[in-house]
């Protein structure tokens, strides 16, 4: 965990703490919006798991790829995805990245690596091993990262996944939020194993379960399946253990008949956070540095979006074939 | 008559349905404590309880060969797929197994057994949230496909579906959960395979199925303001399907115009107007009309999608071409 993070200067951790922020910056202004009524459509923020997002990606370079899943924002930011573009696509614009057929369950930015929100759960890892496969056929050095939930990983695809990723020694790690629930189904109910990491095993992979509220905990265990993928060793499966602080989707309540307020509160004093500034001892300017700039392009990426005019209703027919 | 919503006339079926048959239970995602994504099934797990209203994982292949193996035993399972476009996940267990086993053991397999989904566009869900699928399933022999257009209808066709040996594809719209509808308080059903005649008209027949009933009806009263008649048929099941009521509407107005969500190629619609052309052709006094959805996937921006998915507009706008000729 925190101890782990030699690799990681001073600088680089504050800057992976600033992506962290305005992942939650975004994410806290599209719930703002959804609420107001102005982003349509199902969005479900990552508010809590931003580690996971930071840690990862901050281990990749632009030409390796992730696939993500309907709670992509964190890990689209992460990846590099530009606001302005993706704050437009939540608002239905023409300038956002999908032109507005796609909006929050879809964003994808193959510029930057980014193969796509994918909202089917589990559709992302057959997709994801094919990657991996096309690079090595290919003699890259790329990896693929495919992230998930807990929920997820009770389809067949991921068993499917992990075993040809395993057979054929693929470069793809398998990053598994375990954020205790999928929808209302609590994970320990779900799911027969304790850590998901576990199911490894059977696929001959390495499989570690990691602290997901430490980014320096999930870029370690990152990097080390990373590495192991470039050798040409194979696929890992990453296991953090996180939260959602927020509901579901669309604006569902944080707790309900399926989980108590006195929970969440529990897991929000490990806020993702609250745990990487005190691994800085951030001062309150360094804080307040990192909020004014990640306002200022937040306001720029809305006005941005809402300048931009509504996707035409031809659009709407293009694409469908090459 | 009392009013009550779609969705709380599905739970009603479901807990009459669970209240008279010990071997009905149920099965799917978020349906317990939860009550289901869309609310069809509040109060039953408390009233029930877990055994009988059971949370599954995420795992579609798995909840359909579940719900097929309870079947076989003699259980009559009602499972849950949260959303039509998730049945692609499951579908070797609805097309090669559900639909096929009773076939291949020479009619010794029990195989009653009730897939609850839903579809449709209309919430800004995008392309893998808002598809309308039906057409699937009434192409594969075997299977029972049920859409129904109103509260009173899904109440009656579910129970039905409840009872029936075959498997049933009982598909819901996810825009008609909240529309209210007079529903008898005293137990019925609705058998399948019977078409219901919504409104009575002369000069056309509107062929419509689930969301596109309510729209048509509001064409039809559009229209009859215009001195356009129109006779607006609801087959509420697809497969089994009542040609004969199609038939006689038909030869009573001399034209047709078929109206669903679905994207227009390959769609149920088809068979529909190949019936009449062969079975009503010296009736038809001009060419059948298809309203569908646009032949792209459902976009998300909310303008994009309502104009890819026919609304009243559209209907009307067909109507008048299929009565003035052009
Ligand atoms: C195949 C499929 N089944 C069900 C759903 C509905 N659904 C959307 S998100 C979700 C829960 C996913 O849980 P998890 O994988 O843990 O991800 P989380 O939402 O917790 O991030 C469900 C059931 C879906 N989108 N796709
Ligand atoms: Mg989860």
């Known amino acids: ?322 | 008559m009392r009013e009550i919503l779609y969705r709380d006339a599905i739970i009603e079926a479901l807990d009459e349905e669970m209240r008279r048959d010990e071997s009905v239970f149920l099965l799917g995602e978020d349906i317990a404590e939860f009550g289901g994504s869309y609310k069809t099934t509040v109060g039953l797990f408390e009233k029930y309880g877990k055994e009988r209203v059971r949370n599954t994982p995420i795992s579609e292949q798995g909840i359909v060969g579940a719900t097929l193996g309870a079947a076989l035993m003699g259980m009559r399972p009602v499972a849950e797929l949260m959303y039509i476009d998730f049945t692609g996940v499951a579908m070797d267990q609805i097309v090669n197994q559900v639909a096929k086993v009773r076939y291949m053991f020479g009619g010794k397999a029990k195989t009653a057994l009730v897939l609850r989904t839903q579809g449709g566009a209309g919430r800004s869900s995008a392309a893998q949230h808002a598809q309308s699928l039906e057409a699937w399933f009434v192409h594969v022999p075997g299977l029972k496909v049920v859409m129904p257009s109103t509260a009173h209808d899904a109440k009656g066709l579910l129970k039905s579906a409840v009872r029936d040996d075959d498997p049933v594809m009982f598909i819901e719209h996810k825009l008609l959960y909240l529309e209210k509808g007079p529903v008898p308080e005293e137990d019925y059903t609705i058998p399948l395979g019977v078409a219901e005649v919504k409104r009575e008209g002369r000069d056309i027949t509107i062929v419509a199925t689930s969301s596109m009933v309510g729209k048509s009806l509001a064409a039809a009263d559009e229209l009859e303001a215009e001195g356009i008649s129109c006779e607006v048929v609801d087959p509420r099941t697809l497969f089994p399907l009542d040609r004969e009521t199609i038939l006689n509407s038909v030869k009573k107005t001399g034209r047709c115009l078929i109206t669903h969500e679905a994207v227009q190629r390959c769609g149920w619609g088809a068979e529909i107007a190949a019936t009449l052309a062969r079975e009503a052709f010296d009736y038809l006094d001009a060419p059948i009309e298809r309203v569908c959805g646009m032949e792209t996937p459902v976009p998300f921006a909310p303008k994009l999608e309502s104009h890819v998915i026919p609304d009243k507009d559209d209907v009307i706008a067909g109507v008048r071409a299929v009565i003035s000729g052009l």
């Open chain 1, 1 to 322: 965990m925190a101890r782990n993070a030699k690799s990681l200067s001073r600088k680089r951790l504050h800057e992976m703490y600033r992506t962290m922020l305005r992942i939650r910056r975004f994410e806290e202004r599209t719930d703002e919006l959804f609420m107001a009524g102005q982003i349509k459509g199902a969005v479900h923020v990552s508010i809590g798991q931003e580690a996971c997002s930071v840690g990862v990606c901050s281990t990749l370079n632009q030409d390796d790829a992730i696939l993500t899943t309907h709670r992509g924002h964190g890990h689209s930011i992460a990846k590099g995805t530009r606001l302005p573009e993706m704050m437009a696509e939540l608002l239905g614009r023409s300038t956002g990245l999908c032109k507005a057929r796609g909006g929050s369950m879809h964003i994808a930015d193959v510029s930057m690596g980014h193969y796509g929100a994918h909202s089917i759960v589990g559709a992302n890892m057959p997709m994801a091993a094919g990657m991996g496969l096309a690079y090595q056929l290919e003699k890259k050095k790329q990896v693929a990262v495919v992230f998930f939930g807990d929920g997820a990983s009770n389809q067949g695809s991921f068993h499917e996944s992990m075993n040809m990723c395993a057979i054929w020694k693929l470069p793809v790690i398998f990053f598994c939020e375990n954020n205790q629930y999928a929808v209302s189904f609590g994970v320990e109910r779900s799911t027969a194993v304790q850590d998901i990491s576990v199911r490894a095993q059977g696929y001959d992979a390495p499989g570690v379960t990691v602290d997901g509220m430490d980014v320096t905990a999930v870029y370690e265990a990152t990097a080390e399946a990373v590495a192991r993928a470039r050798k040409g060793d194979g696929p890992s499966l990453i296991e953090a253990k996180t939260y959602r602080f927020f509901g579901h989707s669309r604006g569902d309540p944080q707790f309900g008949p399926y989980r108590t307020e006195a929970e969440v509160q529990k897991w929000r004093k490990r806020d993702p956070l609250i745990v990487a500034e005190k691994l800085l001892k951030m001062t309150k300017a360094e804080k307040e540095a990192h909020e004014a700039a990640i306002k200022k392009e937040m306001d720029d990426a809305n006005r941005f979006a809402e300048e931009s005019p509504k996707a035409s209703l031809e659009s709407a027919l293009e694409d469908v074939y090459a």
